[in-house]
């Protein structure tokens, strides 16, 4: 089976603009989630998504935003970029049948000037 | 709330020897999952282990396993016969049953002397 893919891999966005980041899960995974990964925050939880459904979302502002598709495909949208969104933005995807694995893509790295 | 803390921010080993990462967290769930995750310098996040809390024997995988301590909520990994591929950034992380809700430490770096 192919893994969790990201795109794009890199990113380079103006404060102030707007980026939509994409995931896709792996094949007959249903839930894909989204992590902020910063060297001062760590890994922060952001959304996830089951089934087009948003189930859990993170403690992050309305400007951080998703949604997935039918096909299980997910996108995470910023909207006003700041300078502190610069971070390696992860996605991850399960079965959520109850193994609770959940398996990363690459992730993308978004820096913002 | 859940929290994970890992209390090393850094650990080195010897090649071949065995090394021990400490892990504690905090809970009011009943239900959850641990997991050791390992990030090497390519950023890819992968899974080392995982432990159902309600199990109570440790799980192992290969060179890798786990001192699960559930009243002590301790959770720590131990790499036997440590090899230069296991230098990296490793995460202990918990989930609450089926939320798709990772809470992770702050990572430890791992590096391995040849």
């Known amino acids: 089976k192919a893994g969790v893919t990201q795109t794009p891999r890199y990113l380079i966005k103006t404060r102030g603009q707007q980026v939509t980041l994409s995931c896709s899960p792996i094949?007959?995974?249903?839930?894909v989630s989204w992590y902020q990964q910063t060297p001062g925050q760590g890994l922060q939880f952001l959304f996830e998504?089951?089934?087009?459904?948003?189930?859990n979302k993170g403690n992050f502002p309305g400007r951080f935003s998703g949604r997935q598709f039918s096909n299980s495909r997910s996108e995470m949208n910023v909207s006003t970029l700041e300078l502190g969104d610069s971070a390696l933005y992860l996605c991850?995807?399960?079965?959520?049948?109850?193994?609770?694995?959940?398996?990363f893509g690459p992730g993308t790295r978004l820096t913002v000037t | 709330a859940q929290t994970v803390t890992q209390s090393q921010p850094e650990m080195s080993v010897q090649e071949a020897e065995t090394v021990t990462l400490s892990c504690t967290y905090d809970t009011s769930e009943s239900d959850y999952y641990l997991f050791w995750y390992k990030q090497p310098p390519s950023r890819q996040m992968i899974l080392v282990i995982r432990?159902?809390?309600?199990?109570?024997q440790n799980a192992t995988e290969n060179r890798f396993s786990v001192n699960f301590q559930k009243a002590a909520k301790s959770f720590s990994l131990k790499i036997s016969d440590s090899q230069l591929g296991d230098a990296a950034m490793y995460f202990c992380?918990?989930?609450?049953?089926?939320?798709?809700?990772?809470?992770f430490g702050k990572g430890t770096k791992l590096s391995v002397k040849p």
């Open positions: 991850a995807s399960s079965s959520a049948t109850g193994s609770e694995e959940q398996y």
């Open positions: 998504y089951f089934s087009e459904t948003q189930r």
């Open positions: 992380a918990i989930e609450r049953g089926s939320q798709g809700n990772l809470i």
């Open positions: 094949s007959g995974h249903r839930s």
């Open positions: 432990q159902e809390a309600y199990k109570q």
